[in-house]
């Protein structure tokens, strides 16, 4: 009986081959909120998300999966592990999870889609009868509700995806009014103008200082002596008034004669003046006596 030669392993190239054809097929996919990514610098890494199955102790959860290809992909099957902790019997606590596609159940006619599609009929259906951690696989068989009520809790715990609040614009309107009302106003500096100047020059040059006024009585004219002066040369002066006043006033008129005769105090017309009291013959007052020379 002839002996076949060993299996060869699939070389690099193929299964690069064979992840691009799935990346083209999984743009054609409806994946819903699955999502199934490669690394952008290495293929043969990828990364995958399963929302809970609606209706599972699972409901609500976002569970991460690291995906690594083998080299003779697709000919080995892919290597899947649980990021996220996840209360479940056939997932361990490293994140190793027991399902039969990825072991005895692989074929190459699978594709990485496929496997995830059955990851999460998994969270939904758990399979007591090959658990990856004992205990979970009894309690899940013997007291349902306390299993359940502990994947929830676990779900919340780890799973639960955390929402990005944007905090409001704090309101600071009442701080700026307090501020603006307590800042004063700065005075605005007027310059001097022309005007201005003028009116400070002017008002600082004091008044002219008016004439000292002699206090005095001016007197009427009614009450005045009427004063008549006629030229002529050595002529005495004539004064109609009051006769001893007259008389004084003649004895100067001479005198101012007897000068002009003797020659002392040079030529001099004399004036005469007749003088007489307002009114009639009345007597003058102190201010009919004159005295002129020329």
């Known amino acids: 009986m002839p002996v076949l030669p060993p299996k060869q392993a699939s070389a690099p190239g193929t299964a690069a ?33 399963l929302p809970g199955p609606s209706g599972s102790p699972y409901e609500g959860g976002v569970f991460e999966v690291d995906i690594k290809i083998p080299d003779d992909y697709p000919f080995s099957p892919p290597q899947l592990r649980f990021i996220t902790k996840v209360y479940h019997c056939n997932v361990a606590a490293t994140g190793a999870i027991c399902l039969d596609l990825l072991k005895h159940a692989w ?8 496997v995830i599609l059955s990851l999460s009929s998994l969270l939904t ?6 658990p990856l951690v004992p205990s979970i696989a009894q309690e899940y068989r013997s007291n349902r509700k306390k299993h359940d009520a502990t994947a929830r809790e676990w779900v919340k715990k780890f799973a639960t995806p955390k929402t990005t609040t944007v905090p409001e614009p704090t309101t600071i309107k009442s ?44 007197r009427t004219a009614s009450t005045r002596s009427i004063i ?10 004539e004064v109609v008034g009051d006769s001893a006043r007259a008389g004084s006033v003649n004895g100067l008129a001479s005198a101012a004669g007897a000068g002009a005769g003797t020659g002392v105090a040079g030529p001099r ?10 009114g009639g013959g009345g007597g ?6 004159i005295v002129i020379d020329e």
């Open 17 to 49: 081959k064979r992840i691009k054809k799935e990346i083209t097929d999984l743009s054609r996919e409806d994946l819903g909120a699955i999502t199934l990514t490669p690394n952008e610098s290495n293929i043969f890494q990828w990364k995958a998300s």
């Open 107 to 114: 074929s190459p006619a699978l594709s990485l889609y496929k």
């Open 125 to 130: 259906d758990p399979n007591p009868s090959d």
């Open 175 to 218: 701080t700026t009014t307090t501020a603006t009302s307590s800042t004063s106003r700065p005075r605005a500096i007027q310059r001097p103008s022309a005007t201005s100047s003028t009116t400070s020059s002017s008002a600082a040059i004091p008044p002219p200082v008016p004439p000292v006024q002699v206090a005095g009585t001016r």
């Open 228 to 237: 008549d002066i006629e030229d002529s040369d050595n002529e005495d002066v």
């Open 269 to 278: 017309r004399g004036k005469r003046a007749r003088v007489g009291a307002a």
């Open 284 to 289: 003058g007052s102190a201010g009919d006596a």
